[in-house]
């Protein structure tokens, strides 16, 4: 049974940092393209990041300042955000995709406010 957990969510105030984490069990996350998403209250999910074997791809609103990445030997990917802004409120999805295999985490609130 495959499981994607996302973890690390929480409240913060804008400009502070969070770190979320998604943890597999199985399947390898080194062989899935591995995605960050999230949806904001009234919106459309949106990528926000994407590890790929060749590189990470961002979406334009978190260029510069969310950073993914993989660590293979944990079967985990996190995701750092810093610079955190209202607007940067939603539930922030995991994504494991490999052919038709297409696996997402439950979600997790992520909140920026003061």
């Known amino acids: 049974q495959v499981q994607l957990v996302e973890s690390g969510g929480g409240l913060v105030q804008p400009g502070g940092s969070l770190r979320l984490s998604c943890s597999a069990s199985?399947?390898?996350?080194?062989?899935?393209?591995v995605g960050w998403y999230r949806q904001a209250p009234g919106k459309q999910r949106e990528l926000v990041a994407a590890?790929?074997?060749?590189?990470?791809n961002y979406g334009d609103s978190v260029k510069g300042r969310f950073t993914s990445s993989r660590d293979n030997a944990k079967n985990t990917v996190y995701l750092q955000m810093n610079s955190l802004k209202p607007e940067d409120t939603a539930v922030y999805y995991c994504?494991?995709?490999?052919?038709?295999?297409?696996?997402w985490g439950q979600g997790i609130q992520v909140t920026v406010s003061s």
């Open positions: 199985g399947i390898i996350f080194s062989i899935y393209v």
């Open positions: 590890i790929t074997n060749w590189g990470t």
């Open positions: 994504n494991a995709r490999r052919g038709i295999n297409d696996w």
